[in-house]
């Protein structure tokens, strides 16, 4: 279906390619056609979408138009006209001034769309689900109620990655792709933050989404006055511009300051340790330099600064979490060194308020400064050794950005100009040097050169390109010089939108995940009641002092429990997974497809593109009445409106053949079948069989025989018919992949069915299904037959795969539980999928199912070392060792032990980034 809409607020052909690439997002979508100059788009869809969806999806791409039925006002606006000037609290909906409201309604001043009345409720910020009339307290954690404003009505950048393009003009769309970050334990789905901090329920640092797009000015240290796009020489003295912003990361800030809190905790940590392993040693020397009560005191000066200036941010979050009821991990150190600090200042003021078996020999307090110190220190340290790990897992996307080059050879009327890399425009002239970074996609018009491709798609062979062949952004040329036009530029090329869908796969969340998740909201209060338990049963039973026991015992199982490393077990295997797959041409748009990928047992795969090179080339075009020269210009004219392989074939072939193309009327494109269309006054129809009796077209016998015997050998045959009869036909062939035979073996060697579904025909099916040695395939499928096929087998319990290029392709696709599309493919076939092959060979879902068992086993290792340590550790910290080994598990050894369990994890999970797919 076809529906043409009213658009306002286009003012540029970047608005229109924003407006066409944001529209045909939408899986329903199949084309967008947008026209500036009367300011309306066309849209082409499978199923209605509704305009409501449509100018949602316009917005979350951060563009600022309004769409409508043509040449009509909205109802919405017309009720929304109906109310100006009514009094209440309003908004822009685009936020063209961010929150700022109005008294009354009305249009915004800055885009002039109508304003929207904005809720008066209040909620708590810790509790959004809180809602009331009138401002007050929280029921849940007394904090106060805080207006539901304009906030909540925002199109939620945090869920959505809007794409910008590289408009020289200034255009105001939103960009979320700098200042980003994120919780690495996924808390929170795919929610992120605009500002650093500590995630609201886990209570770690949240981490800096590496920037997406990287606009950078340069200046020279000597005259700042001189600002450049790119870098270069200063013009005045000659010296190297240097960035105006430091390159520097917030996962480095966040590093470099977790650092200089170590080295403060470091620095006095170690004293008030070795004062408290010195009261140990038989003849203690510090107590020749001055009592024990003043070393006492040496100890609690020390750890002040430990606990109020280097660590105090593990309290602040396990307050936060208390209050919030998010427990994790810092809660049970926030209690449990806490205690320990409150215990000890009590019996250091007031020793006489303890009983005797708190006391030593010589009936002082036993203090625990040393342990509130050194555990911090430790947790502190696990948390250095965390942030340097993270950067790691996070590799893969940075070494992507690095591919970006900053600047490109621009040429205009024959001479050469470096540019920012954010100047270029689509259809400029680029001259790419030997050795040089290719700067945008685009095809080469002048010169050959070989390009290295590995980073994009894995294969290290470096492929021979010349005029008409495309090039991509981030590879690497040869030793030859030549000049491209830029085709895709900023956010649409390859190599920016590969890094999007890896930066957004990394932070989605797997199945496998949601079991950690259920264990996780139960673990800390679990651990707290064994603490308790802990200390009673110690208190009761233990020897003297029972009391001293209980409470160090009961304070080591606070200490030793890490729900860290459950909550981080899935999150960062997916994290470095992705990133491997990506430096493989792999590209996995979520966790959960890559966790499928690893249970799929059949793969439904297409012939042409998927099979099959991709490239047909026309063998011979026959003519019953013998005049072929004829029947090439009406198939190749009629064919030159569609975008299918086999039709630029044809269109191919008649140019070499210097066939002139005529004009063609009622062109239309029946999918699964061929094209129809009136060229010179005659009906016209090129496709396969079912084309011909669906307009009921007469084949003579003759013409039906010499068809089977084309196809009998592996050829692609399309009838051709003139006013429904058919005269001829056009034989193609395309030659099978190397890499197929060989990917199918692999797959079914790992249990996995291979089933080849096709519009083409039996005979030319079954050529290539031999070759192939498929024992299951069919021929003449239509997209809806594809859907079904898929349909039926995840009935019988089957999980799917479809690898597929087309844009009959895409139905089938979305249904099957992972799709697989190759990035030679159409774009509406890549945004159907949840994996796209860069080099689109079958070889690609061989190694996407192994990274798959890869990624797998390293999540399953991660659970189970994270369960394994907390279900060994919390015993051994309880004391169950010491009634037959007289084993205990000193605090300090506990938090060492805690602080590096989430850093092994971690690890594990870097070691996919060696693995071999």
């Given at each position: ?626 005049d072929s020269k004829d029947v090439l210009q009406q198939i190749a004219s009629l064919n030159q409106y569609s975008e299918h392989p086999l039709a630029q074939a044809v269109v191919l072939y008649a140019k070499e053949n210097n066939t002139k193309l005529i004009k063609v009327n009622d062109f239309e494109a029946v999918a699964g079948m061929g094209v129809i269309g009136t060229v010179s006054k005659n009906k016209v129809a090129l496709g396969n069989k079912k084309l011909m009796l669906q307009t009921n077209t007469e084949i003579p016998k003759e013409l039906e025989t010499k068809i089977i015997t084309e196809q009998k050998l592996g050829k692609t045959v399309s ?199």
């Amino acid at each position: 279906m076809k529906h043409t809409y009213k658009v306002t607020g286009m003012t540029c052909v970047g608005c229109e390619t924003d407006v066409k690439s944001a529209l045909s997002n939408l899986k329903e979508i199949t084309a967008v056609h947008v026209n500036l100059n009367k300011e309306e788009v066309t849209v082409e869809m499978t199923t209605h979408v509704s305009i409501e969806k449509l100018q949602q999806t316009l917005l979350l791409a951060g563009l600022h138009y309004t769409i409508s039925l043509p040449n009509t006002t909205s109802q919405k606006e017309e009720k929304e006209s109906n109310i100006i000037n009514k009094k209440g609290i309003y908004a822009c909906p685009m936020h063209c001034e961010g929150d700022k409201t109005y008294d009354e309604s009305g249009k915004c001043p800055v885009c002039g769309m109508f304003l929207k009345e904005v809720s008066t409720k209040y909620t708590c910020p810790m509790h959004p689900e809180v809602l009331s009339d009138k401002p007050g307290t929280c029921p849940k954690c007394k904090m106060n109620l805080v207006p539901k404003n304009v906030k909540d009505n925002k199109p939620n950048a945090q869920h959505h990655n809007h794409k910008s393009t590289s408009h020289t003009h200034n255009h105001n769309h939103e960009k979320s792709d700098s200042g980003v970050y994120y919780c690495p334990m996924r808390c929170e789905d795919d929610k992120t933050y605009s500002e650093p901090g500590s995630c609201p329920k886990c209570g770690m640092d949240l981490i800096e989404q590496p920037k997406l797009v990287v606009d950078s000015k340069y200046t020279c240290p000597m005259h700042p006055e001189i600002i450049k796009d790119a870098p270069g020489n200063c013009p005045i003295c000659g010296m190297d511009l240097i960035p105006m912003e430091p390159d520097e990361s917030e996962e480095l800030k966040t590093y470099n300051k977790l650092a200089k809190k170590m080295k403060l905790a470091t620095v006095l940590s170690v004293p008030v340790l070795l004062i408290s392993l010195a009261m140990y040693l038989p003849k203690n020397p510090l107590l020749l330099i001055m009592p024990q009560y003043y070393w006492d005191w040496v100890q609690f000066l020390l750890t002040i600064p430990v606990v109020f200036v280097a660590c105090w941010m593990f309290f602040e979050r396990a307050w936060k979490s208390i209050i919030t009821w998010n427990l994790n991990m810092f809660t049970l150190v926030g209690i449990g060194t806490g205690a320990a600090f409150l215990f000890s200042i009590v019996g250091l003021f007031f020793p006489d308020v303890f009983p005797q078996e708190f006391k030593g020999e010589t009936g002082d307090v036993s203090l625990y400064f040393e342990a509130t110190a050194v555990i911090l220190t430790l947790v502190l340290l696990g948390q250095l050794l965390e942030a340097r790990a993270h950067s790691q897992t996070s590799g893969a996307i940075k070494e992507l950005l690095k591919l970006a080059p900053s600047e490109a050879t621009l040429v205009i009327d024959g001479e050469d100009k470096v540019v920012s890399i954010h100047n270029i425009k689509a259809g400029d002239l680029l001259r790419v040097k030997p050795g040089e970074k290719i700067p945008v996609d685009g095809v080469i018009v002048e010169g050959k050169s070989s390009i290295d491709e590995s980073m994009i798609t894995g294969e290290p062979i470096p492929v021979d390109k010349t005029i008409d062949d495309k090039v991509s952004s981030g590879t690497i040329n040869g030793t030859q010089s030549f000049i491209m036009k830029a085709e895709r530029v900023g956010s649409e090329t390859l190599l920016s939108q590969i890094i999007q869908m890896v930066s957004d796969a990394s932070r989605s969340r797997a199945p496998i995940q949601k079991l950690a998740d259920t264990i996780s909201k139960y673990f800390v209060p679990i651990v707290v009641v064994i603490s308790i338990i802990t200390f009673i049963v110690w208190f009761n039973f233990g020897p003297n002092p029972a009391m001293v026991y209980a409470f160090v015992n009961a304070v080591a199982v606070l200490i030793i429990a890490c729900p860290c490393a459950l909550g981080l077990a899935t999150p960062m295997s997916v994290m470095v997974g992705v990133g491997k797959g990506a430096q493989n041409g792999i590209l996995i748009k979520n966790a959960e497809a890559l966790e499928a990928m690893n249970k799929v047992n059949v793969l439904i795969t297409d012939k042409t593109g998927t099979l099959t090179e991709g490239k047909p080339s026309v063998e011979s075009v026959y003519a019953l009445n013998g005049d072929s020269k004829d029947v090439l210009q009406q198939i190749a004219s009629l064919n030159q409106y569609s975008e299918h392989p086999l039709a630029q074939a044809v269109v191919l072939y008649a140019k070499e053949n210097n066939t002139k193309l005529i004009k063609v009327n009622d062109f239309e494109a029946v999918a699964g079948m061929g094209v129809i269309g009136t060229v010179s006054k005659n009906k016209v129809a090129l496709g396969n069989k079912k084309l011909m009796l669906q307009t009921n077209t007469e084949i003579p016998k003759e013409l039906e025989t010499k068809i089977i015997t084309e196809q009998k050998l592996g050829k692609t045959v399309s009838f051709i018919a003139v006013n429904k009869k058919a005269i001829g036909y056009v034989s193609i062939s395309d030659a099978i992949k190397e890499t197929s035979k060989k990917a199918i073996k692999a797959l079914m060697d790992k249990g996995v069915e291979v089933i080849m579904l096709t519009g083409d025909n039996e005979n030319t099916a079954k050529a290539v299904a031999n070759e192939l040695h498929l024992s299951n395939f069919k021929a003449g499928c239509l997209p809806e037959d594809k859907l079904n096929i898929i349909k039926e087998l995840q009935a019988k319990g089957k999980i799917v795969a479809m690898a597929g290029d087309g844009i009959n392709d895409a139905p089938a696709l979305a249904q099957a539980n992972v799709g697989i599309a190759m990035g030679t493919g159409t774009d509406v076939a890549i945004e159907s999928s949840e994996i796209t092959l860069v080099k689109g060979d079958l070889q690609g879902i061989v190694k996407a199912k192994n990274l798959s068992h890869q990624v797998m086993k390293n999540i399953k290792q991660n659970l189970f070392f994270s369960f394994a340590y907390n279900i060994l550790g919390v015993p051994i910290a309880a004391g169950v060792l010491f009634p037959v080994f007289g084993i205990l598990l000193s605090p300090i050894i506990a938090a060492l032990a805690m602080s590096f369990s989430s850093v092994s994890v971690i690890a594990n999970s870097l070691r996919l980034r060696s693995a071999k797919i």
